[in-house]
Nanobody, 124 residues
């Protein structure tokens, strides 16, 4: 398993931006697909974005396409989620996750390494 620590959450007004970071432990970071999920109160954890180990391939939920960008720096063992044009419905706890599954629209059940989560709150 990989140890993951998220940072960068906070409170922002609608239309604003935030960048989340997720730092991973270990020497094999580039072999892992990385993903961001989110969970709002009373709702199931949902897929947000994913990126392949090389960083070449990405996938996004329809609700965030064109607004969020996932990227990674394998030299720093870090994955990022740049969130622009934020909406109140983006409010949730955001989790990063690591697995050796395909980057292509994975589900939470595909991941066994999770960060502790970081709260993102978008006010209207």
């Amino acid at each position: 398993q990989v140890q993951l620590v998220e940072s960068g959450g906070g409170l922002v007004q609608a239309g604003g931006s935030l960048r989340l970071s997720c730092a991973a432990s270990g020497r094999t970071f580039s072999t892992y697909t990385m993903a961001w999920f989110r969970q709002a109160p009373g709702k199931e954890r949902e897929f947000v974005a994913s990126i392949s180990g090389s960083g070449i391939n990405t996938a996004y939920a329809d609700s965030v396409k064109g607004r969020f960008t996932i990227s990674r720096d394998n030299a720093k063992n870090t994955v990022y989620l740049q969130m622009n044009s934020l909406k109140p419905e983006d409010t949730a706890v955001y989790y990063c996750a690591a697995s050796r599954v395909s980057y292509y629209y994975p589900s939470p059940a595909d991941f066994d390494s999770w960060g502790q989560g970081t709260q993102v709150t978008v006010s209207s």
